[in-house]
């Protein structure tokens, strides 16, 4: 079943991570996984949708924890954040260089 999510997701948390698509590819490359640049517009535009290993490879590129949530599939649990933990979120993610600083303080393993 085709997630409409999915290439919205993707080009996003590509973006979100300073990636270009060249530089997408050659991560997959990385990871045994061929992908050219104009497959990658293809899933970021709908066209097609990659298969469910490379789409977790992804996940793992765009440091994409909760893989159900981001693209949709749990929205109907009740759990909600306020706006100023949401903003904590994404600056956490934005500065991955503090993460572990941040992990030791709230110690988190």
Same mark, same amino acid.
């Given at each position: 079943?085709?997630? +409409?999510?999915?290439?919205?997701?993707?080009?996003?948390?590509?973006?979100?991570?300073?990636?270009?698509?060249?530089?997408?590819?050659?991560?997959?490359?990385?990871?045994?996984?061929?992908?050219?640049?104009?497959?990658?517009?293809?899933?970021?535009?709908?066209?097609?949708?990659?298969?469910?290993?490379?789409?977790?490879?992804?996940?793992?590129?765009?440091?994409?924890?909760?893989?159900?949530?981001?693209?949709?599939?749990?929205?109907?649990?009740?759990?909600?954040?306020?706006?100023? +933990? +949401?903003?904590?979120?994404?600056?956490?993610?934005?500065?991955?260089?503090?993460?572990?600083?941040?992990?030791?303080?709230?110690?988190? +393993?």
């Amino acid at each position: 079943m085709k997630n +409409e999510n999915i290439a919205k997701v993707l080009k996003a948390y590509r973006r979100r991570n300073n990636l270009t698509v060249h530089q997408v590819s050659i991560l997959l490359e990385n990871q045994n996984i061929k992908a050219a640049d104009k497959t990658i517009y293809g899933w970021e535009s709908g066209q097609t949708q990659p298969n469910a290993d490379t789409l977790l490879t992804l996940c793992d590129i765009y440091n994409i924890h909760n893989i159900l949530g981001t693209f949709g599939y749990n929205r109907d649990l009740n759990f909600n954040i306020t706006k100023h +933990e +949401e903003e904590l979120v994404k600056q956490y993610r934005r500065n991955p260089k503090l993460q572990k600083a941040v992990d030791k303080l709230l110690d988190i +393993e």
